[in-house]
């Protein structure tokens, strides 16, 4: 069992920035990858950023250029640096990782951008 703890939503002005963090509890086992998801209110989830543990990145069409995934997958963490945010960003905002064959979920966090 991994627990998932997302910290640093909140509300932003257009073309504002913001930093997600997650952590992950230890395991017995490694975490394959770590990532974000959102989902938006009447809008399904949908991927926002990929970390693998030998650091690759994969990104949505939709933040390419804005936003930056970055951490340690060995050590459990994973961050997102949003940038140029859009009204459309607006969302709650889930951390998730892969550990074998199962997903794990944060409790989610909510990004807010507006004027």
């Known amino acids: 069992q991994v627990q998932l703890v997302e910290s640093g939503g909140g509300l932003v002005q257009p073309g504002g920035s913001l930093r997600l963090s997650c952590e992950a509890s230890?395991?017995?086992?490694?975490?394959?990858?770590m990532g974000w998801y959102r989902q938006a209110p009447g809008k399904q989830r949908e991927m926002v950023a990929h970390l693998t543990s030998n650091g690759i990145t994969t990104y949505a069409d939709s933040v390419q250029g804005r936003f930056t995934i970055s951490g340690d997958v060995t050590k459990n963490t994973v961050d997102l640096q949003m940038s140029s945010l859009k009204p459309e960003d607006t969302a709650v905002y889930y951390c998730?990782?892969?550990?074998?064959?199962?997903?794990?979920w944060g409790q989610g966090t909510q990004v807010t951008v507006s004027s």
């Open positions: 230890r395991s017995r086992f490694s975490i394959d990858i």
């Open positions: 998730a990782a892969l550990l074998r064959v199962r997903i794990y």
